[in-house]
């Protein structure tokens, strides 16, 4: 099992940058990628960015150019530096895990709010 928790949220406003972190515990020898996700309200989950346990980084077209996930695996930390903000950047952020498993396992943090004012 992992357990993941989340910092960083808040209220900024719009252009602005906010910085949100993740921090793994539990059996962090298992994980392989972590990343993040995103719910905006009235709307489905979906997948912000990730990052391989070899370093290599992944985006969605939405936030492409504009955040920069990276990760300590020392720390078995993941962070998701946001800049250049828009309110359509407003949702619930949850970190994700996947691990080695086949199929692989996921597990999630309890999410943290990001909203940013026009």
């Known amino acids: 099992q992992v357990q993941l928790v989340e910092s960083g949220g808040g209220l900024v406003q719009a252009g602005g940058s906010l910085r949100l972190s993740c921090v793994a515990s539990?059996?962090?020898?298992?994980?392989?990628?972590m990343g993040w996700y995103r719910q905006a309200p009235g709307k489905q989950r979906e997948w912000v960015a990730d990052i391989s346990s070899g370093g290599s980084t992944d985006y969605a077209s939405s936030v492409k150019g504009r955040f920069t996930i990276s990760r300590d695996n020392a720390k078995n930390t993941v962070c998701l530096q946001m800049n250049s903000l828009k309110p359509e950047d407003t949702a619930v952020y949850y970190c994700?895990?996947?691990?080695?498993?086949?199929?692989?396992?996921?597990?999630w943090g309890q999410g943290i709010q990001v909203t940013v004012s026009s």
């Open positions: 539990g059996s962090t020898l298992s994980i392989n990628t």
């Open positions: 994700n895990v996947r691990d080695w498993a086949w199929p692989p396992r996921n597990y």
